[in-house]
Nanobody
C-alpha cells in the first residue's frame, strides 16, 4: 500500500511561513484525494485541507482559509501545504493522508485509510 512521508516542519515566529511536503510511494497515488490534518497535544485530530485527485477542487477548515494552500503534483507523487501568516494556535503535528475510494466527507479522519508519520510545526509568539 501507499507510504506517506511528511517533511518541512519546524519552528517559526508568528506571521511567518512554512511549506510542508508529503511524498508518496505507490502506484495508485494519483487516483485518490488527499488531505492534511493536524493534532495538538491533548487535542483531537482536526481537518486542515483537502484536495481532489485531479487537483481541481480544494477544501479548507475555516481556521486556515485564506492563509493555507494545498496543492499536488501527481507526476512527482507529492502533496504540498503552503502555510502563511502562521499563528501560535497553528502549533501541532501535521499529517498527510490518503482517502478511501468511497467516503462521505473530506473533513473527517474516518474518510482516510493511509497516514504519514507527521511533522512538527511550532509557532512562537
Amino acid at each position: 500500500q501507499v507510504q506517506l512521508v511528511e517533511s518541512g516542519g519546524g519552528l517559526v515566529q508568528a506571521g511567518g511561513s512554512l511549506r510542508l511536503t508529503c511524498a508518496a510511494s505507490g502506484r495508485t497515488f494519483s487516483s485518490y484525494a488527499m488531505g492534511w490534518f493536524r493534532q495538538a497535544p491533548g487535542k483531537e485530530r482536526e481537518f486542515v485541507a483537502g484536495i481532489t485527485w485531479t487537483g481541481g477542487s480544494t477544501y479548507y477548515a475555516d481556521s486556515v482559509k485564506g492563509r493555507f494552500t494545498i496543492s499536488r503534483d501527481n507526476a512527482k507523487n507529492t502533496v504540498y501545504l503552503q502555510m502563511n501568516s502562521l499563528k501560535p494556535e497553528d502549533t501541532a503535528v501535521y499529517y498527510c493522508a490518503r482517502t478511501k475510494r468511497v467516503y462521505y466527507s473530506h473533513s473527517t479522519p474516518q474518510s482516510y485509510d493511509n497516514w504519514g508519520q507527521g511533522t512538527q510545526v511550532t509557532i512562537s509568539s
